[in-house]
């Protein structure tokens, strides 16, 4: 448990230092050790694991948060898994307000359980359920994306609380399919419309930014447009000396039709329906933090030696991975491996192409236009199969209220000691875009610990712990700055 500390205030607004205290104490003492448990537990998104039912690993995910949380000095609080049939549970966790905010609304904070799949090449001692500590780094896969998340909701409520803070209705909701697209959570929301209530503040901790040094606020997040496309010209596959310069191959024909959409030069995407206009709040914003960090994405990820990125010019990779709309092929079928393949003229050809959308484009309206790009004028009548289609829009933060606004400028100075700074982020967190059309009059707090460098998806996966401990404390101080607001 927190150690309960007497309260402390400075301008009516919560003080720093009990609450650090607090934050500090929680994590030091128990997050760590359950949030390392948790990490253990093989929580494979359902888009990974077809048997996730049966594995109960999801419920083993939500069942150890669920034991910790109710541990914990949440006075009133209530905790309950729910799951409708056939779909991955939620844990909900509902913590009454203070007295003195009853009247704010309710704030919904939002985490994910399920992990991406372990993939290999991990370091010499580490692995994707084996959690390691090393120079300050929790390592293993779903620590900081996003597993971490509940942790630190929970620990900010129990700081509010410790330094005679105020809060909001809160209700903490930790789904399990975040990784595969979020199928389930809009029933989810509809289902539990009722007892979540008006939200008037949503707090995301899914999400980062270029360094470890300052608050970092994600105001965009791309949509995602997700198809397999599969060619097929041949009955059955031929000899390639008999056959070939009289059919097709099906991967030409395939070729042929992804450059309709793509530019293979530039990876422009060449369709209206794909692109939208960057607004000037968001163009500020990039700007800004191009200039701060001019080399944060050129310097990101590691390339091959002699490899470069797309242009050396900040801005306009920020801009492309935040504001343009990517093709990336991230699958394919058909093709035998190449120890094993023959001169044959392989009857069909499948890949799965992956975009990533603009935060405002229509990403229904981008789906018909690739189906029918894909679709029309085939060459040598070639037959067209599509398959596995997902579409969903991406989000674009309201503007920031003035109590907001003047809450960060505090937890900046307070917490971090440098300026907050603002970001788009290339993928997607589909539960936003959700939220912004069911609470549109809501704010929005979207940051996290996650760092350019953490190896989300990717082995070596690993929260920074130190910088997750102030992202705790910033939240805390957030939370009392709303229902004082």
Not at 75 to 94: H, M, S
Not at 428 to 456: E, H, W
Request: proline share 6%; net charge negative; hydrophobic share 40%.
């Amino acid at each position: 448990m927190c150690r309960t500390l007497s309260p402390a205030w400075h301008d009516g607004v919560v003080e720093q230092k009990s609450v650090r205290e607090s934050v500090v104490s929680a994590w030091t003492s128990d997050v760590i050790p359950s949030l390392s448990g948790l990490v253990a537990i093989p929580a494979l998104s359902p888009a990974f694991d077809a048997g996730w039912a049966d594995s109960g690993h999801l419920a083993a995910a939500v069942d150890h948060v669920r034991e910790w949380i109710a541990g914990r000095d949440l006075p009133g609080a209530t905790l309950e898994v729910v799951q409708l049939e056939d779909r991955t549970p939620v844990l909900l966790v509902d913590v009454p307000a203070t007295p003195g905010a009853a009247d704010k609304g309710t704030v919904l904070m939002y985490g994910h359980l399920d992990k991406q799949p372990p993939v290999g090449g991990w370091s010499e001692g580490l692995g994707p359920w084996t959690p390691v500590i090393r120079d300050g780094r929790l390592y293993g896969r779903g620590s900081v994306d996003d597993g971490y998340s509940g942790y630190a909701a929970t620990t900010a409520i129990e700081a509010v609380h410790a330094a005679g803070g105020e809060h909001a209705r809160i209700v903490v909701l930790l789904e399990t399919g975040e990784e595969s697209g979020s199928p389930d959570l809009p029933a989810y929301v509809e289902h539990l419309a009722d007892r979540i209530g008006d939200v008037s503040l949503v707090v995301c901790l899914d999400a980062g930014g270029s360094d470890y040094e300052r608050l970092w606020l994600v105001t965009s997040l791309r949509g995602m447009l997700h198809l397999d496309v599969t060619v097929q010209l041949l009955g059955s596959a031929q000899h390639s000396g008999v056959a070939s310069g009289v059919v097709a191959s099906s991967f030409r024909i395939l070729r042929h039709l992804i450059e309709r959409l793509e530019d293979s030069a530039t990876g422009e995407l060449l369709l209206d329906e794909l692109k939208v206009d960057v607004p000037a709040d968001r163009l500020s914003e990039l700007k800004a933090v191009a200039q701060d960090f001019p080399e944060a994405l050129t310097k990101a990820f590691p390339l091959v030696e002699g490899g470069r990125v797309i242009t050396e010019d900040a801005l306009e990779l920020m801009l492309n991975n935040a504001w343009r709309p990517t093709l990336s092929v991230i699958g394919a079928d058909g093709f035998p491996k190449p120890a094993d393949a023959g001169n044959v003229l392989r009857e069909s050809t499948t890949l799965t192409l992956s975009f990533r959308l603009p935060p405002t484009a229509d990403a229904e309206k981008a789906l018909e236009a690739v189906k029918r790009v894909l679709t029309t004028d085939v060459p040598y009548g070639a037959k067209v199969t599509l398959g596995s289609p997902q579409a969903e829009s991406g989000w674009n933060a309201p503007t920031e209220a003035p109590w907001l606004t003047t809450a960060l400028r505090t937890v900046s100075d307070e917490v971090f000691g440098r300026p907050h700074r603002a970001t788009g982020m290339g993928g997607s967190i589909p539960f936003m875009g959700l939220l912004s059309r069911k609470y549109p009059d809501a704010q929005f707090l979207v940051t996290g610990a996650c760092g350019a460098d953490s190896n989300i998806h990717v082995p070596d996966e690993w929260l920074h712990l130190d910088y997750a401990q102030q992202v705790t404390e910033a939240v805390a101080h957030i939370l009392d700055a709303h229902a004082r607001g």
